[in-house]
């Protein structure tokens, strides 16, 4: 594709950040409701992962391999939802993941996407 045919290409981030945010408000609300009088809760935004990657412990000669920069950061993730049983608990994390790509010009239905590749499912286990 062209420069002039990119600059004038409608972008997909812009529709679909949208309908992801309602996609993750539907699964809240849902959730919520039917975890109603049960065990499981769900709650938004956990933040247990969020210095994940800063609390690994590499051997001397693994980090004498790769760059370490003098300042630490915190890197991590932090997933749409966590749902925690508080009777075993145990907790299951999960990213919300809309499938609906679209091909320009075509019917929605024509769309194509990858969320299966992009989901991402957490355990935790609190023994």
């Known amino acids: 594709m ?3 045919e990119l600059k004038n290409r409608k972008i997909w981030q812009d ?3 949208g309908k992801a945010g309602v996609a993750e408000k539907n699964f809240y609300t849902i959730m919520s409701k039917e975890f109603e009088g049960t065990d499981l809760k769900v709650r938004p935004k ?7 990657y800063a609390k690994i412990k590499l051997s001397p000669e693994i980090l004498a391999q790769i760059y370490c920069p003098e300042e630490t950061w915190k890197h991590g993730v932090i997933p749409d939802y966590a749902i925690a049983n508080i ?3 145990k907790t299951l994390y999960v990213e919300v993941k809309r499938q609906d790509g679209w091909v320009e010009g075509k019917e929605r239905s024509a769309g194509r996407g990858n969320a ?3 989901s991402n499912k957490f355990l935790r286990l609190d023994c």
């Open 15 to 17: 529709l679909s950040g």
């Open 2 to 4: 062209g420069k002039n």
């Open 116 to 118: 299966h590749e992009r």
């Open 87 to 89: 009777k075993t608990k």
């Open 46 to 52: 956990p933040r247990e992962f969020t210095d994940i």
